[in-house]
C-alpha cells in the first residue's frame, strides 16, 4: 500500500508531505483547491507522461516521492522486483520522479534510475486509479477478457493457453526460415559450406599465431642469430694464450682458490661459490653450443611461414578477430549448414509440431471458452446485483463472447478458429442502461457517472481476486447524488476490506466511510497560491462535512454526525 507521499514544487503544491492509512482515505476540498493534483502526482510517480508545466513557477525542478509497504501478499509485485533485481529484500519499495523545467525527467525504483515504461509498468502491478479519464480503461474492450479470467480465477489457464501460442510462434518462425525460396537457400548453403571448408582446410590451432611469428622471427634473423651465438660461445668456452674464455679465467681462478683453502680452510666456502660458478658457466655454454648448432638458414621453412601467416590473417579478416573466433564461426556454420541440409526432414517435423500444437491449443482454449460462458453468466448476475444497489436497477449487464472461423485457426472439435494468447474469444462488456433498450457495447452507452459505477460494481465483484494493493477512484461521485452517494461509499468502504483504497470526492455521503478524512485547501501566501492538506478528526471533521452538505449551522453539524454515525465512524 501507498504509506507516504512527498510533493515538492509540483503545480501548485509547494512542499507536501502525507501518511496514509491502510483502508479508505478520503480527499474533500473546494473545486480547484488541488485534489486532484495530488492524484496527478501519484500518476506521474507511477511512470506517467511528464511535461514541463508541472514545475511549479518559479522553480526549476519538481520532485515526488511514495513510499509503498509490501506484504507477502503482494506477490506479482515482490516477483516483478526480483525478476528485474530491483528489490531490496525489505518491506519497503521507493519511488521517485523528478520533472526538470529545461531537461528530461528522471525516474528511480529503490534509488536507481531505470526507464519511464518499467517504472510505469511496475505501477501497474502497483496502484489502479479511476479518475474522470483513467477509470475510462473500462471502455477499452481488451481489458475484458482479463477481467472476466480474474473473476472466474481462470488466469492459469489462459497462461496454459499463452505458453501454448508462443511455442507454436517459435515452430511457424522457424517454418518460415525453412520455407526461404529453393534459390536463396541453395545460395546460403553454397556459401556455408565454401566458409566451413576454408575453415577446416586451415586446420587452425588455438596458440599457433604466436608460435609462428616467434619461428618466423628465428629464421628471417638465423645468421644474425648464428654469428651472435657463435661470439658468445667463444667468450664463455674458446679462447688462447692472449684471450683466455671465461671458463679458461674461471679455472685460474678455482686453482689459486684451491690453494688458499689448503692454507686457510674458512675459504672452503668461497671454493664451493667459485665451482657452482664454473659449472653454470659450463652449462651455459653447452646451451649456447646446442642453441648455435640447432640453427640453420631455411628459406623454404620461412616461406612456408609466411605463407601461413597470410592465411591466418586472410581467415581472421573474414571470420574473426582471433583463431578462437574464426573457429567459433565455423562451427555455428558448420551448425546451420547441419540445419538446412536437414530442412526437408526438419520441415516435416515442424509440421508435425505445429498440427499437434493446434490440436493442443484447440482442446485448451475450447475448455478456457467453456468455463468463460458460465463465468460471463455469475459475473453478469453479480454486476446487476450491485448496479441496482447503486441505484442502477434497470441497468442490464452482459458478456459478449464470440468466435471468429479461421481455416488455419487452432481445431476446436470439428470447427477451426482464431486465436491468440488469451485464446478463441472476443470478449466485450455490454450494457443497456434503460429498460426497453438493447444491449450495446459500453463504450457506446454508458455517462461519465455510469461508467464510475460501472467500475465500482465491477471492483467489487472483482475484489477479492483483484491482487492490486492501491485502488484510487477521482471524483467517482461524478453524476451521482447524495442518496446513492451513501451508498457508493459503502461500496468503497467493502473494497478497503482487501485494499488500499483513496478517493477524491465532493460528496459528504461518501465522504463520511473514510477511515482517514484529509482536507484540501487553497491558500495565498504573500503572492504565490498553495495547497495544503489537513487530516481532519473530531469537531474539525463534523464541520468540514456540514460545509460539504451546505449547512454550517448547529442542524448541519448534527447531520455530519448522523452520517458519520450511519457510517459507523465516531466524530
Known sequence: MLSELHVSHFAIIDDLHLVFHAG???????????????????ELLLGGKSSQEMVRAGETLARVEGIFLLKTTDAPVLEWLRAHEL???????????????HGRSVARINGRAVAQGLLAELGRLLVDIHGQGQHLSLLNKRTHSRLLDQFANLQAQQ??????????RAVQAELTHLRQSARELARRLD??????????????????????????RRLANAEA????????????SEGDAASPSALDVLGAG?????????????????????????????DLARAVSDYGAGLEHDPQRLTEIEERLALISQLQRKYGDTIAE??????????????????????????????????????????????????????????EQELAALR???????????????????????????????????????????????????????????????????????????????????????????????????KLLNLAANHQVLCVTHLPQIAAFGHQHLQVSKHVAGDRTISRITVLTGEARVQELAAMLGAESESGRQSARELLAAAGVQP
Open 225 to 236: 642469430l648464428m654469428h651472435e651465438a657463435a661470439a658468445l660461445e667463444a667468450l664463455l
Open 326 to 383: 574464426v573457429l567459433a564461426f565455423g562451427e555455428r556454420a558448420r551448425d546451420e549448414l547441419a540445419l538446412l541440409e536437414d530442412s526437408e526432414t526438419r520441415t516435416e517435423d515442424l509440421e508435425a509440431q505445429e498440427e499437434a500444437l493446434l490440436q493442443e491449443i484447440g482442446q485448451r482454449a475450447g475448455a478456457l471458452s467453456r468455463a468463460r460462458s458460465r463465468a460471463a453468466r455469475a459475473l453478469a448476475e453479480a454486476v
Open 392 to 490: 442502477m436497477a434497470g441497468t442490464r449487464f452482459a458478456v459478449d463472447i464470440s468466435q471468429k472461423p479461421d481455416e488455419s485457426g487452432c481445431y476446436v472439435g470439428e470447427e477451426r478458429y482464431a486465436f491468440d494468447a488469451t485464446g478463441i474469444d472476443k470478449i466485450e462488456f455490454l450494457v443497456s442502461a434503460n429498460p426497453g433498450e438493447p444491449l450495446r457495447p459500453l463504450a457506446k452507452v454508458a455517462s461519465g457517472g455510469e461508467t464510475a459505477r460501472l467500475m465500482l460494481a465491477l471492483k467489487n465483484v472483482l475484489s477479492q481476486a483483484d491482487a492490486t494493493p492501491t485502488l484510487i477512484f477521482d471524483e467517482i461521485d461524478q453524476g451521482i447524488g447524495g442518496r446513492v452517494g451513501a451508498i457508493v461509499g459503502e
Open 191 to 216: 556459401l556455408l559450406r565454401y566458409q566451413v571448408q576454408e575453415i577446416d582446410d586451415a586446420a587452425l590451432e588455438v596458440g599457433e599465431l604466436a608460435l609462428l611469428e616467434n619461428e618466423r
Open 159 to 168: 497462461q496454459d493457453v499463452a505458453q501454448l501460442v508462443r511455442q507454436l
Open 87 to 101: 528489490d531490496d529484500d525489505g518491506d519497503q519499495l521507493i519511488l521517485a520522479r523528478e520533472v526538470r523545467r
Open 254 to 282: 678455482m686453482a689459486h682458490l684451491q690453494k688458499l683453502a689448503r692454507l686457510d680452510t674458512d675459504l672452503a666456502p668461497l671454493l664451493d661459490q667459485a665451482t657452482t660458478l664454473f659449472d653454470g658457466v659450463s
Open 24 to 42: 479508505f482515505n478520503v480527499f474533500t476540498g473546494e473545486t480547484g483547491a488541488g485534489k486532484s493534483i495530488i492524484i496527478d502526482a501519484i
